[in-house]
């Protein structure tokens, strides 16, 4: 597969928050963004920040006097984020590199990334870019997916497209989202970048879809797997989404269709 981040194009965006958003990161939302400080004055960067599902939580809980700059590598995420919470929401938008921050030294209280830093290819130097940007004290977050095997939609959209192609098939979800979750291997990126007091926590949620084929949209046409499989054959996309519609359906629910997951969420201070 190309740049996966190049990936989220065209209609992405938009089935990533229309379809993945309810069912995978707005449960976990809420979670990461309440483990930033909520004093007067505050300066928050979130990287990596999609479709805006946490920075809208975020700028809802910060302070009025907060500063909230969201980020992401991928131009078309941030646009469709900036026009969906609108000029009202006072965020302030790039499209950044989280290897390559546009900010000074020492400049926020908290760095927030959720489900980000699988996509980052150097991730110790992201590591080293959050670390010096944030003041001293300030607090990295973070979560990561735990293994494929521990989250069953994505298990499933996996199993279904591995069969569904006679060779070559894309593995984007073993290779991206649930290829970093080794705890030793993030705990050590961590204390080479400096941080201290590290700590993780596991939360398991359910992850609910209002059909199967609602989760099969997203999984399979709201992530780089539909760019992948364009590459191959276009007019697979719809009997390949049909196809893991089904194995949901048989697996979790058709409606509605619930599963687990299962996220591992970690907190660093400079």
């Known amino acids: 597969m190309p740049n996966v981040n190049s990936a989220f194009i065209g209609s992405v965006p938009e089935n990533y928050d229309r379809y993945l958003g309810p069912a995978f990161f707005a449960p976990y939302a809420n979670d990461i963004a309440g483990r930033v400080s909520k004093r007067d004055g505050i300066a928050v960067l979130e990287t990596a920040a999609g479709t805006g599902i946490v920075t809208h939580i975020l700028r809802k809980i910060l302070p009025a006097g907060g500063k909230l700059v969201a980020t992401d590598l991928n131009e078309a995420m941030v646009t469709f984020a900036r026009q969906k919470l609108g000029s009202e929401a006072a965020v302030e938008w790039k499209v950044a590199d989280a290897m390559a921050l546009p900010f000074e030294d020492e400049f926020f209280d908290a760095v927030v990334c959720q489900f980000g830093l699988m996509f980052v290819p150097e991730k110790d130097v992201a590591a080293r870019e959050a670390h010096r940007v944030l003041k001293l004290g300030g607090k990295f977050v973070f979560n990561v997916w735990d293994g494929l095997e521990k989250n069953d939609f994505s298990r499933v959209a996996h199993q279904t497209i591995m069969s569904f ?43 609910v879809s209002e059909t199967a084929l609602d989760a099969a949209r997203g999984l399979v046409q709201g992530t780089p797997v539909m760019m992948a499989v364009k590459e191959r054959d276009a007019t697979q996309i719809q009997p390949l989404t049909e196809a893991v519609a089904v194995a949901l359906t048989r697996e979790c629910g058709g409606k509605p269709c619930r599963g687990k997951m299962r996220a591992l969420v970690w907190e660093a201070t400079r």
């Open 165 to 207: 192609f006679e060779k070559d098939p894309p593995r984007f979800f073993a290779d991206y989202p649930y290829g970093f979750h080794d705890e030793t291997k993030i705990r050590q990126f961590l204390e080479r970048a400096e941080f201290q007091d590290i700590k993780m926590t596991p939360i398991e949620l359910a992850s």
